[in-house]
């Protein structure tokens, strides 16, 4: 690799775009900035990353169950992508978190996916779930 590409790919993974079989947290961030363009920055990093094909990710988030195989990269990938495409369907934070359930029943950490989705979705709540880690 070289200096130039590793050095943009450094400052991808510090910061953290990768994850391993967990809800990513996209309520966070810049609230000025509309969450598709957050998003397609996500994924522009993930890019970087995916560009140098390498033979072992860690995520910065991960279910500790998991290896640390490159495909994380491409699962991350289509996590948001699915997240666009939910988004643009549902008419409110439990139909998101439910429909984005569907797609990703193997993922950790629910909870996560509800405070994304009741922020995605304001005055609209995600119903109990039982939070399994």
């Not at 990093?45 to 495909?71: E, L, S």
């Amino acid at each position: 690799m070289m200096g130039n590409q590793r050095g943009a790919v450094e400052a991808e993974l510090r910061r953290e775009p990768l994850r391993n079989h967990v809800h990513p947290y996209l309520a966070g961030g810049e609230r000025a900035r509309p969450l598709p363009d957050r998003r397609n920055d996500w994924i522009a990093a993930i890019d970087k990353i995916a560009a140098v094909n390498p033979c072992a990710v860690v995520a910065g988030h991960k279910n500790p169950k998991n290896d640390d195989d490159p495909r994380h990269v491409d699962e991350t990938r289509q996590y948001l992508r699915d997240t666009e495409e939910v988004a643009a369907v549902a008419r409110h934070a439990n139909e998101f978190a439910d429909l984005t359930l569907l797609r990703h029943l193997d993922r950790i950490n629910p909870t996560i996916l509800s405070l994304t989705a009741e922020h995605l979705f304001p005055g609209t709540t995600v119903n109990d779930r039982a939070v399994e880690w």
